[in-house]
């Protein structure tokens, strides 16, 4: 059985006569999700979005919130529009950019921990989405950053 001592080896995803018909024998199995990610239960959609806002909370306690962090990640990827503070003057926006970014503590805006979470994760209007940008643990903590930048507007 020489094949046993020198198997041939595959790259993952790559075309091979092996399986001719089958080329997805190489891919993960339907259903399976990476280590160190959760399934995320909510759509994308207005209504979405707002049974999200009604149900979804934050895992981390107020032991694992870490402002720093949070604040580290929000100037990275979200102070650029939304400003440092939250008033909705960042570079881009001064810079007429953009235009029309609420601050946070705007009424008409009633927002919380899961409404910035689906935010983050799919965008909504001219915002993108960051979920590839930002893993779970991290969106959770620019959350908690955006809490606390709406409290002290």
């Known amino acids: 059985m ?9 790259e993952t995803y790559m075309a091979y006569d092996i399986f001719p018909e089958q080329q997805s024998a190489m891919l993960p199995v339907e259903g399976t999700i990476a280590r160190g990610h959760t399934l995320f239960e909510y759509g994308s959609s207005t209504a979405e979005y ?3 806002k009604a149900e979804l909370v934050s895992p981390l306690d107020s ?3 870490d ?13 650029t529009c939304h400003g440092t503070k939250g008033d ?23 927002i919380n921990e899961g409404s910035i979470y689906h935010v983050i994760y799919y965008g909504k209007n001219a915002m993108g989405s960051h979920k590839n940008q930002l893993r779970e643990e991290e969106r959770w903590q620019v959350a908690a950053y955006v809490m606390k930048l709406k409290a002290d507007l």
């Open 2 to 10: 020489p094949n046993m001592y020198e198997s041939p080896s595959y």
């Open 50 to 52: 707002d049974r999200a």
């Open 63 to 65: 032991t694992q919130v």
């Open 67 to 79: 402002f720093a962090r949070g604040k580290e990640l929000y100037d990275i990827y979200c102070s």
């Open 88 to 110: 909705g003057q960042g570079n881009l926006v001064k810079r007429e950019k953009i235009a029309g970014i609420p601050k946070y503590n705007d009424a008409a805006r009633a």
